[in-house]
C-alpha cells in the first residue's frame, strides 16, 4: 500500500533528551522526496530532500557522526 501522508519515524538512537529529527521515508519510492523535521515541533515547518539527497546525508552523518 502506497500514500501520499508522510509516516514520520524517529531514530531507535534518538533517547537523547528529544535533540533529534524525523524523516518521512514512506515517500521516497513513491515521490522521490524524503521530508525531515524537528521532533520538538511536529507541526511545524519540514524540510524535504531528494531520495539521493537523504542517502547522501546519511552517508555524511555515519562517516562524521
Do not use: Q
Request: charged share 15%.
Amino acid at each position: 500500500m502506497t500514500t501520499d501522508s508522510p509516516r514520520w519515524l524517529t531514530s531507535s538512537y534518538s533517547n537523547n533528551g528529544g535533540n533529534c529529527i524525523e524523516v518521512a521515508t514512506n515517500l521516497a519510492a513513491t515521490r522521490g522526496v524524503v521530508p525531515v523535521r524537528d521532533s520538538k515541533d511536529p507541526h511545524g515547518p519540514h524540510l524535504t530532500l531528494t531520495a539521493d539527497a537523504f542517502a547522501d546525508l546519511v552517508a555524511f552523518a555515519k562517516t562524521h557522526g
